[in-house]
């Protein structure tokens, strides 16, 4: 109730062009299993509207976001644990696997609902197929897949006990393609699927970076039926869509780890409303420390600044620019502050030429 009337009173606030600290939360994102999608990934490309919002089409996303609420699809690339440090069974509880538990800094409890219509992703067992993964940000570790036992229903949550007990595929810094901070930049890597598997499984996902303890977890469903990796069940569709196009050169199996100078920025839209939006940027620092930091981006369609947090906002027409404040400007090595702005218009899922500079 009080994120709500905090909401409200934030659009208030903006129709009236008087501005209003709002405390932001602390909260991370960086990915999502993309082949084969993910809950929060494909429930997201089912929801996408052209206007920047999203309208769940599919009836198990749309059930997961009653319960979760749309925040949890703006940042579907946050299903994770700051504190996790790879740890899985014993750590999240039976039935919250594909939320990451509820320690995480979203609400993903939605998306643990045994339901049979989820988006899924169509496959042939013991294939050899390219697996993506969305690298919002880029952080070195080890990539993890698990599959399903043979006894596993759709209508039952996931539990440990339903998962084959050693990963099928595994592998730590994969090649990545685009991004950070895009909807299509991924890491990939090729990998043989389970044998002997038909039906309707899960993929569970684990990314357990190697700098810090934060780790990443999700659920792609997927069926064994002799397909290739199309997709159904997105934007009210039961028509399978195209896979992406598989490259045409073999990933290194490790790759070096990002550069140590500098910074990265992650923009997440914290709440939304009719009329605005509240959102957050976090700065990272590499593997070494920064001392002063700018932020730049540009909105997408028509958005306008009202006010930020956290640091000294300046714009003109779309382009922002954000500069840290006295006591946020020095970041420790693989650490991070955050910044929090509230603007008029409807809430983007991503922007425009996010940057982050340090001197």
């Given at each position: 109730m009080r994120k709500k009337l905090l909401m409200y009173a934030a659009a208030a606030l903006l129709a009236a062009g008087v501005g209003a600290v709002v405390?932001?939360?602390s909260a991370s994102a960086h990915g999502a299993m993309m082949v084969p999608g993910s809950r929060t990934w494909l429930c997201?490309?089912?929801?996408?509207?052209?206007?920047?919002?999203?309208?769940?089409?599919n009836p198990a996303c749309a059930a997961a976001v009653a319960q979760s609420g749309v925040t949890s699809l703006y940042n579907w690339f946050a299903v994770l644990r700051s504190d996790g440090a790879g740890r899985m069974a014993g750590f999240i509880p039976d039935g919250q696997l594909c939320s990451g538990?509820?320690?995480?800094?979203?609400?993903?409890?939605?998306?643990?609902?045994?339901?049979?219509?989820w988006p899924v992703t169509h496959l042939t067992s013991g294939a050899t197929m390219e697996f993506d993964y969305n690298d919002w940000a880029k952080h070195p570790g080890t990539f993890s897949l698990y599959i399903t036992k043979d006894s596993w229903s759709p209508t039952r949550a996931l539990a440990w006990s339903d998962?084959?007990?050693?990963?099928?595929?595994?592998?730590?810094?994969?090649?990545?393609?685009?991004?950070?901070?895009?909807?299509?930049?991924?890491?990939w890597w090729n990998g043989t699927l389970p044998s002997g598997k038909s039906g309707r499984h899960l993929i569970y996902s684990v990314w357990s970076r190697s700098d810090s303890q934060e780790t990443f977890y999700g659920c792609s469903d997927v069926v064994f039926?002799?397909?290739?990796g199309e997709v159904t069940g997105v934007g009210g569709s039961t028509t399978p869509t195209t896979p992406?196009?598989?490259?045409?050169?073999?990933?290194?199996?490790?790759?070096?780890?990002?550069?140590?100078?500098?910074?990265?920025?992650?923009?997440?839209?914290?709440?939304?409303?009719?009329g605005g939006f509240?959102?957050?940027?976090?700065?990272?620092?590499?593997?070494?420390?920064v001392n002063g930091w700018t932020v730049s981006f540009t909105f997408p369609g028509g958005q306008t600044l009202a006010q930020a947090w956290n640091g000294k906002a300046t714009s003109s027409g779309s382009l922002?620019?954000?500069?840290?404040e006295s006591y946020n400007g020095s970041i420790a090595a693989n650490s991070y502050t955050t910044f929090g702005f509230l603007a008029s218009g409807t809430a983007p899922a991503t922007v425009q030429n996010l940057t982050c500079t340090s001197p």
């Open positions: 405390l932001p939360s997201y490309k089912d929801g996408k509207t052209s206007t920047g919002e999203i309208v769940p089409q538990g509820t320690g995480g800094p979203y609400n993903f409890t939605g998306f643990n609902l045994a339901r049979d219509d998962l084959e007990s050693t990963p099928f595929s595994q592998v730590v810094n994969p090649a990545s393609i685009g991004g950070p901070g895009t909807d299509d930049g991924h890491y039926d002799g397909g290739h992406p196009t598989t490259p045409t050169t073999t990933p290194p199996t490790t790759t070096p780890p990002p550069s140590s100078g500098g910074c990265t920025a992650m923009y997440n839209v914290a709440s939304a409303w009719t509240q959102g957050e940027v976090m700065v990272h620092a590499g593997t070494a420390a922002v620019t954000v500069k840290n």
